[in-house]
């Protein structure tokens, strides 16, 4: 118990132990101090302060909302669970409201990042999906508002048919994005990267 303690503050070469971290943090702290307010939020938040546009980090929620909402809501159908569809409902407004702050920050983006004609046609499909997710995700809160989270019968088959709908459209719309990003570097700054100073994470076994 004892040499399991003495590991855990002070590790050894491939974990370093939490006194490690801790000193890590603290000269990391030390040295914010006499910096301005810019150098810290570009010294605390590096990815947000070096993107061209905030498109790429809101772009996560409305499709982790969204995928969960139209999952849950299937789910809570099938296994008739009332109040699993009332949180599956909270998910599709938000869902929708980080929709529209997405869309609007991809408009801006596909205006302000450069890209050549072999991705112009790629971003206008990614675009479709994107203000085609807005609407279906708009439709169909606005119907589950008005019905009172009440929707049943064959109303409800053809409302699940329209959120599967909307599921293919954000699958579809993403892969775009990642095709962008991955395969074009669309707004990526490459650094180069010789053979000899690659770097490759090996998951350790114990």
Known sequence: MNDFLVFQVHGNADNPGMASSLETLLAFLD????KSMGEIFSSLIPGVAGLDNIHPMLVHFPI????????LDLTATLMKKTHWREFAGGLLYLG????????????????????????????EHHEAFGVSVLGLAGVLSGWRWKSGHQIQGEMNIFYLLLSALLGLCLALGADLGGLMVYKYGVAVEAVPVSVSNQHLHHAHSH
């Open 31 to 34: 040295s914010l101090l006499g």
């Open 64 to 71: 982790a909302f969204l995928t969960c909402f139209v999952l």
């Open 96 to 123: 929708t409201a980080t929709a529209i702050f997405t869309v609007i920050a991809g408009f801006v983006a596909a205006n302000s990042v450069a890209h050549g004609e072999n991705v112009h046609s790629i971003m």
